[in-house]
């Protein structure tokens, strides 16, 4: 790495920021961390000393608008929770404090958020995190709770709508569950997670030939009980539509599953999925 604030200067190499870049652009997961030793702001290795890489990072999450970003680093012997926003400061361990060295806000659209646990740190307090993401609710949640001397100290909370792009909408299918026994005729949930306001839905499923409707203008939950049918097939996928509008979201690499037969098959799907807007 070699700091500095040209295009030449960068902490994790052209190649790999550019594999970065792709990799947060076809993610479709609720939440994306940006996961590096070391910090926004703090430290001797820290995102602040390499600008330009940074904005370009960022100004690329806003300029695609992926929402759901949030940066986790350590190396610095302690742990903390910052939200960077139109008014950060950057805070330190001798109280004293100093504006943000950019607007980060506005270079990605919405807050950053830098997570930061050093697990191996030596200090005496050994803090440490845990990270729970609960995307099973209409506001998916990321909680982090802080410990020192393997106690609970203290829990910071992001949501989706926090970290979420102005005026986007965008309606994420959920994996369906790993190695889940499905038996035909019972019913299976369906579960998405909305951005923005879509308030009515479509869903789909396609054993390969041809789309087959679920259900049609279905008011907006956030999931519904499939019964399943008697389908005859080693692949299936499954997506969601927004009623009446042009929001799209299905499953790319087709959710691999046994055949069904009239007792019950084993579904395994990965979490990639498109989603699409058709114009």
Not at 17 to 41: D, M, V, Y
Not at 176 to 189: A, E, N, V, W
Request: charged share 25%; glycine share 6%; with cysteine.
């Amino acid at each position: 790495t070699n700091p500095g604030s040209e295009p030449s200067n960068t902490m994790l190499g052209i190649e790999q920021r550019n594999w970065l870049l792709s990799e947060l652009k076809k993610s479709r997961a609720p939440f994306k961390i940006i996961l590096n030793g070391g910090t926004i702001q703090a430290g001797k290795e820290r995102w602040a000393d390499f600008d330009f890489e940074l904005k370009t990072i960022l100004n690329f999450i806003r300029d695609n608008k992926i929402n759901g970003v949030l940066f986790q680093g350590g190396d610095i012997h302690m742990a903390y929770f910052r939200k960077y926003d139109i008014n950060a400061e950057d805070k330190f361990p001798n109280g004293k404090t100093r504006a943000a060295l950019l607007d980060y806000e506005s270079e990605l659209g919405y807050p950053v958020y830098d997570i930061i646990s050093s697990g191996v740190a030596k200090h005496e307090l050994r803090p440490w995190a845990i990270i729970n993401v609960n995307t099973l609710i209409k506001d998916p949640t990321m909680t982090v709770n802080f410990y020192e001397q393997e106690k609970f100290k203290e829990k910071h909370i992001v949501k989706l709508s926090d970290i979420t792009h102005k005026d986007t909408k965008d309606l994420i299918l959920n994996s369906l569950s790993k190695d889940k026994l499905i038996k035909q005729g019972t019913y299976y949930p369906i579960t998405w997670t909305t951005i923005g306001d879509i308030t009515s839905i479509d869903l789909e499923y396609n054993t390969g030939s041809g789309w087959k409707t679920i259900i049609k203008n279905n008011r907006n939950t956030g999931i519904y009980n499939w019964t399943v049918p008697k389908i005859y097939s080693d692949m299936t996928k499954i997506r969601i539509k927004e009623s009446h509008g042009n929001i799209v979201s299905e499953n790319i690499d087709l959710c691999k599953s046994s055949t069904f037969s009239q007792h019950s098959c084993s579904i395994t799907c990965n979490s990639s999925v498109l989603s699409k807007e058709i114009v």
